[in-house]
Nanobody, 125 residues
Framework: VQLQASGGGLVQAGGSLRLSCAASGRTYSGYDAGWFRQAPGKEREFVAVTLWSGPATYYADSVQGRFTLSRDNAKNTLYLQMDSLKPEDTAVYFC???????????????????WGQGTQVTVSS
């Protein structure tokens, strides 16, 4: 699976961005998919994931209520709608996919086999 993330950019605090992640090689159908982010000097952290089994979507506490994860299986695309952005949301955002992620380990980067190249999001104060 190849993942191509896009949609990052520079936005003022309180603004919105929508990230997209297009998959090639196979469809998202049947796969667990989500987003991680990494700020300068910090470890990669979980943002959100949608699990095929369930189905269910989970968010990090820091983005709950502000970010919305969705997937369009027909277009093989994953989206992350980010509203009410804060300067602390500044990071490189990575889309991820895996055939089967456990709810117990879904917040760990090592749980995901396929990663996109990352797209930069910068939120100015």
């Amino acid at each position: 699976v190849q993942l191509q993330a896009s949609g990052g950019g520079l936005v003022q605090a309180g603004g919105s961005l929508r990230l997209s992640c297009a998959a090639s090689g196979r469809t998202y159908s049947g796969y667990d998919a989500g987003w991680f982010r990494q700020a300068p000097g910090k470890e990669r952290e979980f943002v959100a994931v949608t699990l095929w089994s369930g189905p269910a979507t989970y968010y990090a506490d820091s983005v709950q209520g502000r970010f919305t994860l969705s997937r369009d299986n027909a277009k093989n695309t994953l989206y992350l709608q980010m509203d009410s952005l804060k300067p602390e949301d500044t990071a490189v955002y990575f889309c991820v996919v895996d055939p089967a992620v456990s709810r117990h380990t879904m917040r760990l980067p090592r749980s995901y086999k396929f990663w996109g190249q990352g797209t930069q999001v910068t939120v100015s104060s």
